[in-house]
């Protein structure tokens, strides 16, 4: 079976007009990302997008403006999102597909969305696979920054012999590392290949919260609007950031690959629409 392929589009464009955008605005990225795709991976990712599977191969990220703040409402702010005439912004999203596609999209100058117009400045593809991520530099050092809400539950690092819905469901309000490791091994074991799945998985996170150190961080909690289906619901999560120290040498090998993946699909849940954004940066 070929391996599967990791493609990530970022997308600068700039509204012609003055357009309102949802409270989260990764619904206009999506809104935008379908009309650049073809049919069959249009089609792919809105099967996707409406079903109840978990850890879906694609993430579209929120709308950020041209000094890189992500675009979303909190339900304290009064103030609409509006995306200004002339401006730049850009979002960006991932797409894990089991076939080789040179160019999964198809160039266009602008779009015409039902919020508004758009133009494209630059599309860019590039492309990896999981074997290209298991080459990634080993760092000793690093600062994640959550970028987006970040909704880590506590279920993830449940024993392997306590059953899920056994438990309730609690959103932790801080960076856990066994927490954000553990989301990342079960993406990592779904679409990687065989010989390159955590068989460890479980151990390796709950490892995290002994071999990782933190040395510095600032977090706060924060709520944000999304709505569904003609429903909205309030989200509680966190943003910030975190420095780590990795203690041991062998383990900041084991968890390089799972940081790098971190940052094209992000942590946690709901990430396929743009929460848990993270931007990870290494130190010396």
Known sequence: ????????????????????VPAFSSKFSY?????????EL????????????????????????????????????????????????WFTSTLILDSFQVYPVIPKSS????????????????????SDLVDSKQVNSLKISFVTPTLLSAKLCLPPRVRVDTVFNVYRLFPQPCLWLRSLVLYWNKYAPRGLR???G?????LGDVLLAETGYSVRPVSVVYGKDGSVVVHRGFVGWVKYRVVEDWF???????LRLAELVGVGRSRSIGFGHVVVKYET
């Open 198 to 200: 955590f068989r460890d």
């Open 202 to 206: 479980y151990r390796l996170c709950r």
């Open 31 to 39: 809104t935008i990302l379908r009309e650049l795709l073809d049919d």
């Open 111 to 130: 779009v015409k969305t039902k919020l508004g117009e758009v133009e494209f400045v630059d599309v860019k593809v590039t492309t990896r696979s999981f």
């Open 252 to 258: 900041a090998e084991r968890i390089a690959p799972l």
């Open 42 to 89: 249009r089609k792919f990712i809105d099967e996707k997008h409406s079903s109840r599977e978990p850890l879906k191969p694609y993430r579209v990220s929120v709308v950020f403006n041209a000094k890189g703040k992500a675009l979303y409402k909190t339900p304290s702010s009064r103030r609409i999102l509006v995306l200004r005439k002339e401006w730049l912004y």
């Open 1 to 20: 079976m070929a391996e599967n392929v990791i493609y990530t589009i970022r997308v600068t464009f700039k509204p012609l007009e003055d357009i309102i």
